[in-house]
């Protein structure tokens, strides 16, 4: 055992890579290739769906309005996680406790909730018109939502910790005496900033932005919800296809021609930019010092940056503020500061069984999703790291197809499959299709850190006589626990968030907790998701209290 | 909701003591207060009489209803929806027929029969207004709504073609019983469209969620939109400042149906025949501002709430019903055409 490694990498490599191609193979690209399939018609061979899509203009107009919207929103992102990222990597280990929390809040409440508070936070009657009229600044109302910037602001906000947690980890491994020396040399914030910096944090914002564009791909409901017509996205046409008008054919036609596109765009990325490149020839090598300030203190250009960070945070926080006080509101029509207070919806949300289920249904099915994606992304990263070189982008191609295929497509293809076994209604098989999204995630963010990790330790540690699971646990987990607990983070989320598998995979005893919230969603918004937001930010408000009580009692 | 734990645990009681007896039937609906005013005025009123225990989900959506038939795992007896799932549901044969032998619909009003769904109850789209933006009386017709000298400030208007279409073409003067052979034809979908296009400078939101026009006629946004009365109605309740014009409106009905292969076939067909009764039927406003499919509701009805209902025949007069055999036909095209004017 302890000398095989050595002998046949390849070999396994290979053994790791498996359970992964397997449980993707079974429960990803069977379902979603069966559906996938009828885009040339149900019964006999057609392609008409795809001379319509060629044909209407309207599908041009939205395949373009969906990549355009995705890539300002890549590009958003990264801007806006840079601060924040510095501002994580040079506060007190406390502080960054905190911080980590608000970057996360987002995903603590349902979309819903998220576009229904920036709503009222942006609209022309609303919170930041009022305070830029009441300051004398503009003497009309701007126009925020219902239009591209509605769009932006929405899905920068609930995208942009996908760029933080992976810059995050690349900030921390930077090796402080780059920084120094640099100084020494007498580079400038800017050249510091443009000539360390990036390139050693390009991983991290690489594996980010990757997960941003893929995921923009996907979005409908905040578009529908803050966009205008203007900003309508495949992935509505798609959604709709399916559930309103059952054209099946069409929308899997449209999902085929989505994802050609989606590899098109990463082919001539690859090439233009040289991706690979870029991930492997920045590998920091194994410093033990941390990212941190230097002896002087900020500089100049530390203190602007550590004040875009502290203007993002607040971004961040200020739609998840005016939850609390909505959420205290009496009327169902939404309003900020409400006219009157009342506690109606927290009453309801006591004393409705469905809420406490819904979120014991949602961890069940989210534990699944975690361990079984952790493990499973994080063996496929370090054999795909070591099989040829030929084969790595294929298989990196393939471990990535889950998040460029629309969930409805899965969700249907994994009901027609799943239904004739009569696991249907389990929260362990919603968990299993969770892992299906969440299994990218974990594996960009391991494959990320496994960049940075230098192998020569790794070489060290097995000629030092150590076994490879003691090496492993030893040397190597520690260095990629970065990457690993992002992906868990990143895996949890998915679960947490979805609703369109749980509409086809639950039923009335396993409902998760943002299928309860989504329910009654076509006519009326019921503030008690408010109220249930409110609670689950306070839950993890109180947690967080906790541990940081107990951390400093420890010490 | 309570009343739904109640069912459920009364259910699990009987259940357990007279197992082999026990009736029961699956509702899936859309959640909300929709499914509770169902709840309230026909399920738990039916289970007590009858003794037949109904589970309820909810999210019924007519492409997991097709997964269900297709792959023979139905849990749902009856399933609600609007005509165009009702339509599409009937071209993938997932819902069974319904015969006059199995319920009859013959005291029900004419535009609002099918052979495959039982009408539940209607709704209109109509126009809602902020009486603060218009304090001499706002828009009462479609051609008001369209008229921006007139009646200026912001509108909302559904994101999706259908109703909103067929408004276009009555305020540009086609008369109610010719909307659809109009917009049958190319040139008369043309002119609706421009018509829908003339109007887009001034719509601030173009809606996709019916709580979002009430949201925005609430906050100022908008100072009219176009949307479901019994949603404006609920803004009304809870003192929004909201009028509604009842001058002109377009009628849709809701349907409750059986799909094929539904496990308790028997239990599904009573409850539809219990729930189509004119008495039944006159309970359901009650709870929301929906309006009964037979006039043999009325009178059990009182005036004041009948002010709040869309299908009094006095409203039906000047009423399209939305023809939801058109829309089936013309669904994709119209809604790609309807999208593509949107683009700018």
Same mark, same amino acid.
């Not at chain 1, 040829?388 to 409805?408: A, D, H, Q, S």
């Given at each position: ?33 069966? $559906? ?9 061979? &057609? ?18 309005? &969906? ?48 576009? &229904? ?40 906000? %609930? ?7 992976? $810059? ?16 020494? $040399?007498? /580079? ?7 000539? %360390? ?41 798609? /959604? ?18 989505? $994802? ?49 960070? %502290? ?158 699971? %003691? ?85 | ?281 006159? *309970? ?20 004041? *709430? ?39």
């Amino acid at each position: 055992m302890k000398t095989m490694p050595n002998m046949r990498p390849a070999f396994w490599a290979w053994v790791a890579v498996a359970p992964l191609l397997i449980f993707l193979g079974v429960l990803f690209f069977f379902p979603a290739l069966s $559906l996938l399939g009828i885009s040339f018609g149900e019964d006999q061979l &057609t392609f008409e769906h795809y001379l319509r899509i060629a044909d209407v203009p309207i599908y041009r107009r939205v395949l373009l309005n &969906t990549f355009a919207i995705s890539a300002l929103v890549t590009l958003f992102c990264v801007i806006v996680s840079y601060p924040v990222a510095y501002l994580l990597a040079t506060v007190s280990p406390k502080v960054r406790k905190i911080l980590f929390i608000v970057v996360l809040l987002p995903f603590w409440t349902s979309a819903l909730v998220r576009t &229904t508070a920036w709503i009222i936070l942006l609209q022309r009657k609303g919170v930041l018109n009022d305070l830029l009229t009441g300051a004398g600044l503009i003497d009309a109302p701007i126009a925020f939502v219902y239009n591209l910037s509605g769009v932006l602001i929405g899905m920068t906000h %609930v995208l942009m910790p996908f760029v933080v947690l992976p $810059l995050f980890a690349a900030f921390i491994n930077i090796d402080r005496t780059l920084v120094e020396a640099a100084e020494g $040399l007498g /580079a400038g914030p800017y050249s510091i900033g443009r000539r %360390v910096i990036l390139p050693l944090t390009a991983p991290g914002v690489i594996a980010g932005a990757t997960i941003v564009f893929l995921n923009s791909i996907g979005y409908y409901i905040t578009p529908a919800l803050m966009g205008g017509p203007g900003q309508t996205m495949i992935a509505m046409l798609i /959604a709709d296809n399916i559930n309103r008008d059952l054209n099946w054919s069409l929308a899997a036609a449209l999902s085929v021609v989505l $994802l050609l596109c989606t590899v098109a765009i990463f082919v001539v990325f690859q090439r233009v930019f040289g991706l690979e490149r870029l991930l492997t020839g920045s590998a920091s090598r194994g410093s033990t010092a941390k990212f941190s300030i230097g002896n002087k203190g900020r500089t100049g250009g530390g203190w602007l940056t550590f004040a875009c960070g %502290v203007a993002v945070l607040i971004f961040l926080i200020a739609p998840i503020l005016i939850v609390f006080p909505m959420s205290l509101g009496s009327s169902p029509f939404l309003s900020f500061p409400p006219e009157s207070y009342s506690l109606r919806w927290f009453e309801n949300l006591f004393e409705e069984a469905k809420w406490m289920r819904g979120v014991v249904n949602s961890l069940q099915a989210a534990g699944v999703a975690v361990s079984l994606s952790v493990v499973l992304g994080t063996l496929a990263a370090i054999g795909t790291m070591r099989v040829g070189r030929r084969m790595r982008p294929w298989l990196e191609t393939v471990f990535i197809l889950p998040m460029v295929i629309p969930v409805i497509i899965l969700s249907v293809g994994l009901f027609y499959m799943l239904a004739p076994l009569g696991v249907i209604g389990n929260p362990a098989t919603l968990g299993l299709a969770h892992s299906v999204l969440a299994v990218p995630y974990v594996f960009i963010t391991v494959r990320a850190s496994l960049v940075g990790f230098d192998r020569n330790l790794e070489l060290a540690a097995l000629n030092l006589g150590a076994s490879w699971p %003691v090496m492993f646990r030893r040397v190597m987990l520690p260095a990629i626990m970065p990457g690993v607990a992002a992906g868990a983070v990143f895996a949890f989320i998915q679960s947490f968030d979805d609703v369109v598998l749980a509409l086809f995979l639950t039923n009335i005893r396993s409902r998760t907790l943002p299928r309860v919230m989504f329910e009654g969603m076509v006519h009326e918004i019921d503030p008690t998701i408010i109220a249930a937001s409110a609670m689950i930010i306070l839950l993890t408000l109180t947690l967080l209290a906790i541990n940081l009580l107990l951390s400093r009692r420890q010490s | 909701m309570k009343a739904i734990r109640t069912i459920l645990l009364a259910g699990a009681f009987a259940a357990g003591t007279c197992a082999a007896q026990a009736e029961e039937m699956v509702f899936a609906s859309w959640g909300g207060s929709y499914q509770e005013a169902i709840s309230k005025a026909w399920l738990q009123p039916f289970s007590e009489e009858t003794g037949i225990d109904i589970i309820q989900d909810t999210e019924p959506e007519v492409a997991r209803i097709k997964a269900m038939v297709e792959t023979n795992s139905l849990e749902w007896d009856v399933v609600t929806g609007g005509g165009s799932t009702l339509m599409r549901g009937v071209a993938y044969d997932l819902f069974e027929p319904i015969t006059a032998d199995m319920v009859d619909q013959s005291h029900v009003i004419e535009g609002a029969r099918n052979d495959y769904g039982v009408p539940s109850e209607i709704f209109s789209t109509v126009i809602g207004y902020s009486k603060d933006a218009f304090p001499d009386g706002g828009p009462r017709t479609f051609a008001d709504f369209f008229d921006v000298e007139k009646f200026p400030g912001m509108r909302a208007v559904p994101d999706r073609a259908a109703t909103v279409l067929e408004a276009a073409l009555l305020a540009d003067g086609v008369a109610p019983a010719d909307v659809y052979k109009v917009l049958d034809t190319e040139d008369g979908f043309q002119r609706a469209l421009d018509k829908v296009s003339s109007l887009r400078d001034h719509v601030a939101v173009w809606w996709s969620s019916g709580a979002q026009p009430v949201q925005a006629l609430g906050s100022g946004e908008v100072v009219m939109a176009l949307g479901w009365n019994g949603r404006f109605q609920a803004g009304m309740d809870e003192g929004l400042d909201i009028e509604m014009s009842w001058a002109e409106s377009i009628a849709q009905v809701g349907y409750f149906m059986i799909p094929r292969g539904a496990p308790n076939r028997d239990q599904a067909i009573r409850f539809l025949n219990y729930m189509v009764q004119p008495e039944a039927q006159s *309970r359901f406003s009650e709870y929301v501002a929906y309006g009964p499919v037979t006039d043999q509701a009325w009178e059990f009805i009182d005036d004041e *709430r009948q002010a709040r209902l869309p299908s009094t025949p006095e409203r039906l007069k000047n009423a399209i019903f939305m023809d939801i055999a058109w829309w089936a036909d013309n669904a994709t095209a119209a809604s790609e055409k309807y999208r593509q004017m949107l683009q700018k």
